[in-house]
Every structure is written in structure tokens, then in C-alpha cells.
């Protein structure tokens, strides 16, 4: 099917007698009716659901459109982007293992990678996302297990060549794991070009009305972990926590997310709540619609800014002056996001006045959403980092992320142009 079929006909099957909308399964429990039944559910022995934490069949059903508009294998949902991140990373990285993380990443993430995961023993090596091949082969350890990275970075706009990504972690044996959410499936399938795990914070696009945290993670099932058991013990090994399963051996292609889900979701706890994941769907019914209209109404934003006389510098990667203009033509050619970054002659400080001043988009700690909104990362979202990591992460102290919504295109530049006379 095509994406936008899937996005309104995938996951919830009903069948006779059945409701036509995905039912909310809310319920922490489900019944069987011998212990023998559930019994061989703990063993992975038989498929079903038992438990909330574990699984969900409204969460299920989201997972697989999710999986479907990716074109991956398999997936889960998520508590947020976050546990996403953090469950696709420690899937297959333990203590004393190494990886290698683009410097553009989101905030979250670069926290997550490089400061909380080093505590659990965890080192990471951050790379320029525009390195060269060779400066990247530079990056493996003996030990490195993954490369992570965003098709396109919050909030740098960086759009990630995710061919010669993908063609380096594979040199060393390792899978690519690539954070779609600005993209969204709608835009750009990162497995067509290499990426072997995408992750999501579906709290923007995908949910799209600013409702519910959400994560997911896909698997493209085209990394063979079981070439390199000694890579990847905890995939290829038994699992003690398990009564010995061996992943791969049990569940081929469906190993990497059964192991996230049937060890990780077990132990660490971040499950999706069903009303979130009900209302993600929601979400997603319409997200093929919502995706081409902040792409066509961000274009025009970034077009007037860019001609403004007040503005001393815009970053979209649909503008031709833009650096990454061809990259983005080549992995997103509908359009990239509806996400804009952009500086003012008259700096911070202009900065926050003209934000003080808008009357249609909202300052929010949030993006990616219906309703157009405006947000100082170097104030809000990255204010941890030091001036060095921001602008290794691409965020100039000046930099406003504004991200347009789908209202209509001449109300947000009507807006725009006033609050930025009284920058
Ligand atoms: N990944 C990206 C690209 C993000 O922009 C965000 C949040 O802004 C996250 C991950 C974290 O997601 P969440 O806020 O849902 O935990």
C-alpha cells in the first residue's frame, strides 16, 4: 500500500462484529483461562498479551502502521522520544561498549548519548555530521556498536547524507540507527537508504496536535546481527533473564525489537500509555495531509524571511541558498519539514522582542505541531550545553527555531512581519 493508505488503513483490522475505530485497550491486564496458557506466554513460547508494560494491542496496532509507513519489520511504541533514543541505543550496547553520534543531534539526545549513557559505561565519540568518510572511519573503536544520527537535526536543520552513513557503520560491522522524526515517513524512509533502526519522537509530527509524549522504534531487519554474535551478545546469546532465549535463533528478523520489548520494556518500564497511543493514531490518520502543508507554508515562510531586511540569516534546506539545498533534494524531494531557523540582525536580544510581540505562533518548549510556534533553543531546549557544544551542535546563541504550522500562510508571515518591526 502507499503511505497514504497506510496512514489510514494500517494496524487495527477489525474483523466481524469488531469496532471500525482502533479500540482503547485499557486495561493493565488480560485474562486466560489455564495456567498453562500463561505460562507459555512467559516463555515466549506462545504470542499474546498478559501485561501493559510488555504489550498493548492498541499500542500493537500503532506500532505496525508506524513499522508499515517505515517499511521496516517491526516496532514499538514508546513512553516518549526519548526512551526511544535510549532503548534503541541500549538494546545492543553494554557496559564497556562504545558508539558514534552526529554533534547535531537533539539536545535530549546529546545529553542522553554522551552523559547519562557514560555513566552506565557507555563512552561516545560525536562526529561531524558533514565528516568525511575517511574522518568517520577515524571514529571506530574495536568496541563501537552503533552510529547515531538525525535525517534532519533539531534544530540545526542539517539534513544527514544517510548513504555514506550508512556505508560506514556497515564497513564496521555495525547498524545505523537514524532519528526520523522531522522527516517523518511521510518525506524521507531512511531504510531505503541504509539506516537499519529508526527511531521517533512521535510527539511532533506523528501525533501532530501537541497532545501526548510519544516514542517508537522500527527495525528495518536488514542488519544481520547473528554474522557478529561477539558484536552483539545480548541479541545472539542466551539470556539468562530469559530462560536462555537466544534471539536471533528464536525470533530472526523480529529479534531486535522482541529483545527491546520482551527485556528492556520488561525491566526499564517506559510503555506508552493506550489513550496516547489512541490518540497518535489519530494522529497519524492524517499525517500525509498535515506533512506536505508545512512543507509548502514553511517554504513561503522561509522565503520571507530570507528577503527581510531585518533578518540577517535563515537556515531551511528548501532554499536554494541553503547548504544542505541538494542533500535534501535527494533524501526528502516532496519537502523536508515545516521547521525554520533563522537569526535577526538586531541578535538576542531583537530575538526576544520579536518573540515577546507575536500574536499567532506561541512561544512553547515544543515543535513539530498544527499550530505554528517559536522557541529560543540557546534559552530553552539547549540552555545545558556551553557555547562550544552549541555551536558544535549548530545552534547559534541567536538562532530562533520557528516551526510552522498549517494555519493558513499569510496569517503566520502577516504576523511575522509586524513582530519583527518591533525587533
Ligand atoms: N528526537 C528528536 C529529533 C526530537 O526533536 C526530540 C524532542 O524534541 C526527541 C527525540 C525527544 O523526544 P520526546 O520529547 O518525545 O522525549
Given at each position: 500500500?502507499?503511505?497514504?493508505?497506510?496512514?489510514?488503513?494500517?494496524?487495527?483490522?477489525?474483523?466481524?462484529?469488531?469496532?471500525?475505530?482502533?479500540?482503547?485497550?485499557?486495561?493493565?491486564?488480560?485474562?486466560?483461562?489455564?495456567?498453562?496458557?500463561?505460562?507459555?506466554?512467559?516463555?515466549?513460547?506462545?504470542?499474546?498479551?498478559?501485561?501493559?508494560?510488555?504489550?498493548?494491542?492498541?499500542?500493537?496496532?500503532?506500532?505496525?502502521?508506524?513499522?508499515?509507513?517505515?517499511?521496516?519489520?517491526?516496532?514499538?511504541?514508546?513512553?516518549?522520544?526519548?526512551?526511544?533514543?535510549?532503548?534503541?541505543?541500549?538494546?545492543?550496547?553494554?557496559?564497556?561498549?562504545?558508539?558514534?553520534?552526529?554533534?547535531?543531534?537533539?539536545?535530549?539526545?546529546?545529553?542522553?548519548?554522551?552523559?547519562?549513557?557514560?555513566?552506565?559505561?557507555?563512552?561516545?565519540?560525536?562526529?561531524?555530521?558533514?565528516?568525511?568518510?575517511?574522518?568517520?572511519?577515524?571514529?571506530?573503536?574495536?568496541?563501537?556498536?552503533?552510529?547515531?544520527?538525525?535525517?534532519?537535526?533539531?534544530?540545526?536543520?542539517?539534513?544527514?547524507?544517510?548513504?555514506?552513513?550508512?556505508?560506514?557503520?556497515?564497513?564496521?560491522?555495525?547498524?545505523?540507527?537514524?532519528?526520523?522524526?522531522?522527516?517523518?515517513p511521510i518525506n524521507c524512509r531512511p531504510f531505503e537508504f541504509g539506516a537499519d533502526i529508526v527511531t521517533h519522537s512521535t510527539t511532533k509530527y506523528m501525533d501532530g496536535h501537541a497532545m501526548c509524549v510519544g516514542g517508537a522504534i522500527v527495525d528495518s531487519g536488514n542488519f544481520d546481527w547473528s554474522k557478529y554474535p561477539d558484536k552483539f551478545p545480548g541479541l545472539c546469546t542466551p539470556d539468562e533473564s530469559y530462560h536462555g532465549i537466544v534471539y536471533t535463533e528464536k525470533f530472526g528478523k523480529g529479534a531486535y525489537i522482541t529483545k527491546a520489548t520482551s527485556q528492556l520494556m520488561r525491566d526499564l518500564g517506559s510503555i506508552q500509555s493506550p489513550m496516547n497511543a489512541f490518540l497518535l493514531n489519530v494522529g497519524l490518520e492524517t499525517l500525509h495531509l498535515r506533512m506536505p502543508r508545512h512543507c509548502e507554508n514553511a517554504q513561503k515562510v522561509a522565503e520571507f524571511l530570507e528577503a527581510h531586511e531585518k533578518v540577517a540569516w535563515v537556515n531551511y534546506p528548501g532554499l536554494k541558498s541553503n547548504k544542505y539545498y541538494e542533500l535534501a533534494k535527494k533524501y526528502m524531494p516532496n519537502g523536508s519539514c515545516g521547521v525554520i531557523s533563522f537569526g535577526l540582525k538586531s541578535g538576542r536580544e531583537g530575538a526576544s522582542n520579536m518573540m515577546d510581540s507575536l500574536k499567532l505562533a506561541a512561544i512553547v518548549t515544543h515543535v513539530a505541531d498544527a499550530r505554528t510556534c517559536v522557541l529560543h533553543p540557546a534559552s530553552h531546549t539547549h540552555r545545558q550545553m556551553s557555547d562550544e557544544q552549541l555551536v558544535e551542535a549548530g545552534v547559534a546563541p541567536d538562532l530562533i527555531r520557528l516551526s510552522v504550522g498549517i494555519e493558513n500562510v499569510e496569517d503566520i508571515i502577516a504576523d511575522l512581519a509586524q513582530a519583527i518591526e518591533q525587533a
Open positions: 500500500m502507499k503511505r497514504e493508505t497506510i496512514c489510514i488503513q494500517s494496524g487495527w483490522k477489525p474483523t466481524k462484529g469488531e469496532p471500525r475505530v482502533l479500540p482503547i485497550y485499557q486495561s493493565t491486564t488480560f485474562k486466560y483461562d489455564t495456567s498453562e496458557q500463561m505460562g507459555r506466554l512467559f516463555d515466549l513460547e506462545d504470542s499474546g498479551y498478559f501485561y501493559t508494560r510488555l504489550q498493548n494491542p492498541t499500542n500493537d496496532a500503532v506500532a505496525q502502521k508506524i513499522c508499515e509507513l517505515e517499511g521496516g519489520v517491526a516496532a514499538m511504541l514508546t513512553s516518549s522520544g526519548q526512551a526511544a533514543n535510549y532503548y534503541a541505543v541500549f538494546n545492543i550496547c553494554e557496559a564497556g561498549d562504545h558508539l558514534i553520534m552526529s554533534s547535531t543531534v537533539y539536545g535530549g539526545t546529546f545529553n542522553l548519548l554522551t552523559c547519562t549513557m557514560k555513566k552506565m559505561g557507555i563512552s561516545c565519540t560525536v562526529v561531524d555530521p558533514d565528516a568525511s568518510e575517511e574522518e568517520l572511519n577515524a571514529a571506530f573503536l574495536p568496541n563501537t556498536k552503533c552510529v547515531v544520527a538525525e535525517t534532519i537535526a533539531n534544530p540545526a536543520l542539517v539534513v544527514l547524507d544517510i548513504e555514506k552513513f550508512a556505508r560506514v557503520a556497515h564497513a564496521h560491522e555495525v547498524p545505523l540507527i537514524v532519528d526520523n522524526t522531522f522527516a517523518t
